[in-house]
């Protein structure tokens, strides 16, 4: 799998969508892969947080066609760009929503969910983007 690595100089607009300055200053995005409708899947790898099989992580989606079907509300835009955390549990393969943030297509916030330790519990399906995503934080090395 090729992966390639942004800096936060390179993706500005991307690391002002995590609303918070010092996680954006930080930010470090990874392109992880492309799906068949060239949504974007990419990962802050400063975010990654290990302990033990679990990791702590948060992706950034960027959607060329509004992906509403995201979200589990409706919301009155389009939403064309996602941060999400998501806590993964790499010894079971399952992981676990945590917050979204859901954004325009010229990156205006739209509204943030924080569904804590209630977000969706799902296992991705081998090959999937968002199991490729999980793979990769799930094989980062823990930080010392």
């Given at each position: ?132 995503v999980m793979d990769y934080v ?7």
């Amino acid at each position: 799998m090729k992966l390639i690595k942004f800096s936060a100089a390179l993706l500005s607009s991307v690391a002002l969508l995590t609303a918070n300055s010092a996680i954006a200053q930080s930010a470090q995005w990874t392109r992880i892969t492309e799906n068949s409708v060239r949504d974007r899947f990419f990962v802050d790898a400063s975010s990654i947080q290990r302990n033990g099989s679990i990791v702590w992580y948060w992706e950034y989606r960027e959607f060329p066609e509004a992906n509403n079907a995201l979200l589990d509300v409706k919301v009155d835009q389009p939403v064309h760009g996602a941060v999400i955390r998501w806590s993964a549990d790499c010894s079971t393969g399952a992981q676990r929503l945590r917050k979204v943030n859901a954004y325009t297509t010229n990156r205006k916030l739209i509204q943030k969910f924080d569904y804590g330790n209630d977000g969706m519990l799902l296992r991705p399906q081998a090959g999937s983007s968002t199991h490729k995503v999980m793979d990769y934080v799930c094989r980062q090395p823990q930080k010392r």
